[in-house]
Antibody
Framework: QVQLQESGPGLVKPSETLSLTCSVSGDSVSSYYWSWIRQTPGKGLEWIGNINYSGNSNYNPSLKSRITISVDTSKNQFSLRLSSVTAADTAVYYC???????????????WGQGTTVTVSS | DIQMTQSPSSLSASVGDRVTITCRASQSISTYLNWYQQQPGKAPKLLMYAASSLQSGVPSRFSGSGSGTDFTLTISSLQPEDFATYYCQQSSTITFTFGPGTKVDV
C-alpha cells in the first residue's frame, strides 16, 4: 500500500524559504508523477506543481517565480521549496501521487495526510 | 490558464436525496476532469477520474458525466458519510486547476 508522508518545519518566518519533503513508501518515486497542493485556512485547494521521476517539473504560474520542486530517487522522496514566504503562504501542504493511465494524466489518487505551515515572525 | 467554476457553492440536503454538483471549465478539457471529496481535517479523496470513471473503492452511488466544458457529479442517494466538500479539478493541461468547491451539508 502506497503511503506518502510530508515533513518539514511547521513555522517559517516571513521572507524566508519554506522547505517540505514528501517521503514515499510502498512504491518507487521513479514510477510515477508527483504533486504538491496546498489549502489555505477555510479556503479551497491550490495546485502548486508537479514533478516526474526524471526531474521534469511544472509549476503554478502564480507561484512559479518562488517554487522549486525536486526529486531524490535514492531516498525515494520529493521536495518543495517556496521562497520569500508571506502570511498568505500559511496553509496545509499536501503531497500526492498523480494517476496516469493509457488515457492520459488524471487526478491525484494517493495523498499524504498534510502538514500545516504557518508563516509568522 | 484554465479556470474552473462550480455550482452551487453550497447546498443543504438530507439522507436519501439525489444530489447534483456542476463544474464548468473556461475552455474545453475533453474528459480530463476529476472529482474529489474532502471531509473536515482530512486530505481530499479521489472519487472520479476522466469525468466518468469511478475510482477503485468508491461506492457506485457516485457517478460523473460530461465532456468539453460542462461536467456533473451526482450522488444518487446521499448517505451520512457523504456530507463533505466536493472539488473538481482539470488535468487537461500540465498546469492543473481546482474548482472552488461545493459544500454539502444538512
Amino acid at each position: 500500500q502506497v503511503q506518502l508522508q510530508e515533513s518539514g518545519p511547521g513555522l517559517v518566518k516571513p521572507s524566508e524559504t519554506l522547505s517540505l519533503t514528501c517521503s514515499v513508501s510502498g512504491d518507487s518515486v521513479s514510477s510515477y508523477y508527483w504533486s504538491w497542493i496546498r489549502q489555505t485556512p477555510g479556503k479551497g485547494l491550490e495546485w502548486i506543481g508537479n514533478i516526474n521521476y526524471s526531474g521534469n517539473s511544472n509549476y503554478n504560474p502564480s507561484l512559479k517565480s518562488r517554487i522549486t520542486i525536486s526529486v531524490d530517487t535514492s531516498k525515494n522522496q520529493f521536495s518543495l521549496r517556496l521562497s520569500s514566504v508571506t502570511a498568505a503562504d500559511t496553509a496545509v501542504y499536501y503531497c500526492a501521487r498523480i494517476m496516469i493511465t493509457f488515457g492520459g494524466v488524471h487526478g491525484m489518487d494517493v495523498w499524504g495526510q498534510g502538514t500545516t505551515v504557518t508563516v509568522s515572525s | 490558464d484554465i479556470q474552473m467554476t462550480q455550482s452551487p457553492s453550497s447546498l443543504s440536503a438530507s439522507v436519501g436525496d439525489r444530489v447534483t454538483i456542476t463544474c464548468r471549465a473556461s475552455q474545453s478539457i475533453s474528459t480530463y476532469l476529476n472529482w474529489y471529496q474532502q471531509q473536515p481535517g482530512k486530505a481530499p479523496k479521489l472519487l472520479m477520474y476522466a469525468a466518468s470513471s469511478l475510482q477503485s473503492g468508491v461506492p457506485s452511488r457516485f457517478s460523473g458525466s460530461g465532456s468539453g466544458t460542462d461536467f456533473t457529479l451526482t450522488i444518487s442517494s446521499l448517505q451520512p458519510e457523504d456530507f463533505a466538500t466536493y472539488y473538481c479539478q482539470q488535468s487537461s493541461t500540465i498546469t492543473f486547476t481546482f474548482g472552488p468547491g461545493t459544500k454539502v451539508d444538512v
